[in-house]
């Protein structure tokens, strides 16, 4: 990252902190959600092109783009200050350009009738213009339109339709299959082996089963032991809200948010295919001006980039202690950053929220400035992140969340766990996912980081370290996620594994690739 985009961000931070210290809190409030407004993503109508044709001149009409609102601003489009409900405006930007056939609108229609946008979700407008941009072969489309078959929402529930459109945004032709002869030979054998060892063991069972009593009370006790911390995690989810209401306000004053930029990225190739470089934003947020401490997440923050510099080769822009601000302008770099053939890994660490109301449920990202509920003035909606993951021209994104709530970044599962773990590194499957574009939720599933025992370092971040660290050859994002699943107790996390569909994602994957 740029020394002169480091400085700024400090620059930016000490500004709003002598903001903070010299004016009143309404003033405070509105220099402030000004300043993080121009980094939120919105639909921008953009002004026409002057052309001219012999003797003609004419006006192009306007182009619907989603970018930023200063961005927008700047190149002199209209748009509608962000607003998670406001479904009309939304739908006035895109709906023109779809009519018209432009793929990539008619698909953010559709998402604007499924997501709802502060009204109840229309699955079956959804379907009709998914199916449009689908026939202009737009890959994102072809995920949303099987996301509903695999749900049945607004359609009946059609399994096989969902794979086969799976199949299609894959590029894998009607009618070839997913293995090979020779893998299938292969697999036809391991299954031939796997029932000659289960003949051997139904010829033991008799002989085991005073065995399997003694195991069984062995299992009541462990049973009893996980039904223990299920309810130890249970109370620590109820706890969550009392912790933000009686957490003391930090009498130090404003906490600064502190850039780091660590590693050089370069092209990573492994067995003659070229992955493209590797990037990283990792945050970390321990010291809070409302809430209590988590020591653990600026750690692990710490951990978790050191293992990606110096095992995977990543250039990883840290940020410990991260204000709504930063946040914002650091995806908002990212896009300046990354290009067509990139991957982004983004970790964060801290405490997180959510809104719910008739329609819709909005998670957020609490910031080190958040305020306890019910001001989310300095809250980072999670629609935020997803937006921004939307713009990055980066071919493979990942999201790995140890906070709350982060699940409502994405809504659904993602199709690679339906595929035996034992092909994730094939050489077949390598070549259908590559070249296809991701983005990837990896999350806790808990309310804030759980600490371990020394309550500086979250037990979700040892897992992803402890499958990072032992990795010695390339690591699919779902194997990750098998991997961490594996590592942590029974009941201790929900870890979830989803594919942000609303951002792009088009059944790629991300690669982790060791030196």
């Keep these: 990252m740029p020394q002169g985009w480091n400085r700024a961000l400090l620059v930016v931070a000490l500004s709003v902190s002598a903001a903070i210290n010299f004016k009143p809190l309404a003033e405070e409030q509105t220099a402030a959600e000004a300043e993080a407004a121009k980094f939120y993503i919105v639909d921008c109508l953009l002004p026409g092109q002057v052309r001219r044709l012999g003797n003609t001149t004419y006006m192009t009409p306007r182009r619907p783009i989603r970018t930023t609102a200063q961005d927008c601003a700047i190149r002199g489009g209209e748009y509608t200050q962000w607003d998670r409900a406001d479904y009309q405006s939304a739908l006035t930007v895109w709906l023109d350009a779809a009519s018209t056939g432009d793929a990539q609108a008619m698909n953010y229609v559709g998402e604007i009738f499924e997501q709802g946008l502060g009204r109840a979700s229309d699955y079956v407008m959804a379907k009709y213009w998914y199916e449009r941009a689908v026939a202009a072969d737009f890959k994102p489309a072809m995920v949303n339109l099987a996301s509903l078959y695999d749900t049945g929402r607004g359609v009946g529930r059609d399994p096989v339709m969902a794979i086969n459109l799976y199949r299609q945004a894959w590029g894998i032709p009607d009618g070839e299959a997913l293995l090979t002869q020779a893998e299938s030979t292969a697999a036809a054998a391991d299954t031939q082996a796997a029932l000659a060892a289960v003949q051997a063991e139904n010829a033991q069972l008799a002989a085991a ?30 706890s969550l809200a009392a912790r933000i209401e009686d957490s003391p306000v930090n009498v130090s004053g404003e906490v600064l948010p502190v850039v780091a930029s660590l590693g050089n990225a370069g092209s990573v190739s492994s067995d003659g295919r070229d992955y493209g470089r590797y990037f990283a934003l990792v945050i970390g947020n321990s010291e809070h001006q409302f809430l209590t401490a988590l020591s653990s997440a600026k750690n692990d923050a710490r951990r978790v980039s050191e293992v990606l510099v110096e095992r995977y080769g990543f250039e990883v822009t840290r940020i410990d202690n991260a204000d709504n601000i930063s946040v914002l302008a650091a995806l908002n770099q990212l896009h300046e950053t990354l290009g067509p053939d990139d991957n982004l890994l983004i970790y964060y660490a801290g405490y997180g929220n959510e809104r719910t109301d008739e ?17 989310d003035t300095y809250w980072v909606p999670v629609g935020q992140i997803g937006a921004h993951l939307a713009r990055l021209p980066a071919r493979r994104v990942l999201v790995i969340a140890d906070s709350s709530f982060s699940g409502l970044l994405a809504d659904t599962p993602t199709f690679f766990l339906a595929v035996s773990p034992e092909l994730f590194t094939s050489d077949r499957y390598l070549a259908i996912r590559h070249e296809n574009r991701s983005r990837l939720l990896i999350s806790s599933g808990q309310d804030f980081p759980v600490s371990d025992q020394s309550g500086d370092q979250s037990i979700f971040a040892d897992a992803v370290l402890e ?49």
Excluded: C
């Design 209 to 238: 089963a005073d065995a399997a009593r003694e195991a069984l009370q062995s299992e009541t006790d462990r049973a009893a032991a996980m039904a223990a911390r299920a309810e130890a995690a249970e109370a620590d989810r109820d």
């Design 467 to 515: 499958a990072l660290e032992a990795n010695n050859e390339i690591l699919p994002a779902p194997a990750l996620f098998l991997a961490i699943r594996e590592q942590l107790n029974p009941g201790a996390l929900d870890v979830q594994f989803k594919a942000i569909k609303g951002a792009g994602d088009a059944v790629g994957d991300f690669y982790f690739v060791p030196h």
């Design 359 to 375: 329609q819709m449920q909005i998670g957020y990202w609490l910031p080190v400035n958040a305020q306890r509920p019910p001001i």
